[in-house]
């Protein structure tokens, strides 16, 4: 990464990381420094990529999402066509909230959100009518411990 951030850029990114909605008179102040050049390194850093986007979490049991499940997939299929169906499949449903292809005996894991069982055996089920899979074990998440999506700076 050839852009550098200082320690003023790493408090205003924890501030923001905090709290993004949050006035440009309010993180300024928390920094110690004025709205304008806090506004110009949000800015910089908006551009250089180390900000992506801004948004809402939400909480998911609260909207009925009780039911968090991991899904280990094996696959004997590693062509490129094989591969593009199923990024593309996992992209097209909203259940799905991380997805990540690994080193070592499974090929992906997936993190699910649905409301019950019923409703991810249904999003199995649909999973596997578009694309071949060898084996899928759903691991059922018990308790939430820690979930953030906060990078320790």
């Given at each position: 990464?050839?852009?550098?951030?200082?320690?003023?850029?790493?408090?205003?990114?924890?501030?923001?990381?905090?709290?993004?909605?949050?006035?440009?008179?309010?993180?300024?102040?928390?920094?110690?420094?004025?709205?304008?050049?806090?506004?110009?390194?949000?800015?910089?850093?908006?551009?250089?990529?180390?900000?992506?986007?801004?948004?809402?979490?939400?909480?998911?049991?609260?909207?009925?999402?009780?039911?968090?499940?991991?899904?280990?997939?094996?696959?004997?299929?590693?062509?490129?066509?094989?591969?593009?169906?199923?990024?593309?499949?996992?992209?097209?449903?909203?259940?799905?909230?991380?997805?990540?292809?690994?080193?070592?005996?499974?090929?992906?894991?997936?993190?699910?959100?649905?409301?019950?069982?019923?409703?991810?055996?249904?999003?199995?089920?649909?999973?596997?009518?578009?694309?071949?899979?060898?084996?899928?074990?759903?691991?059922?998440?018990?308790?939430?411990?820690?979930?953030?999506?906060?990078?320790?700076l």
């Amino acid at each position: 990464m050839s852009f550098r951030i200082d320690q003023m850029d790493r408090k205003i990114l924890g501030e923001l990381q905090r709290d993004a909605a949050q006035s440009l008179d309010e993180i300024a102040k928390r920094v110690g420094s004025s709205k304008t050049p806090v506004w110009n390194r949000i800015r910089k850093l908006r551009e250089a990529g180390v900000i992506r986007q801004q948004t809402v979490l939400l909480d998911a049991e609260a909207l009925g999402f009780e039911a968090c499940f991991f899904v280990l997939i094996r696959t004997s299929e590693h062509e490129a066509d094989w591969q593009a169906k199923f990024l593309k499949a996992l992209q097209d449903r909203p259940e799905v909230q991380e997805a990540h292809r690994l080193a070592g005996d499974i090929d992906y894991i997936l993190k699910v959100r649905v409301a019950n069982a019923r409703a991810y055996d249904a999003f199995y089920q649909a999973l596997i009518s578009e694309v071949r899979v060898h084996n899928v074990t759903a691991l059922l998440s018990m308790e939430e411990i820690k979930s953030t999506v906060s990078l320790p700076l």
